[in-house]
């Protein structure tokens, strides 16, 4: 579960951002050019995973 992983991340320092849709996914990525690593689940409300990913890619990428 995201519990589990944010406890392991954050004892290793990482910053957590956790969202609750791909839509959110999207738009944090958008937002923040420091993110460096996304880990999703493929069934997510509004956009699912894989969706997410996609535009990710194709919106954000090519900013950086």
Do not use: Q
């Not at 923040?32 to 990428?61: F, N, Q």
Request: aromatic content about 6%.
């Amino acid at each position: 579960s995201y519990k589990l992983l944010e406890k392991i991340l954050s004892d290793e320092k990482f910053t957590i951002i956790h969202v609750w849709n791909g839509e959110e996914a999207v738009c944090v990525m958008r937002d923040d050019p420091e993110i460096s690593m996304i880990l999703m689940d493929l069934r997510m409300p509004l956009t699912d995973g894989l969706d997410a990913a996609k535009k990710i890619r194709r919106k954000c990428i090519f900013n950086r």
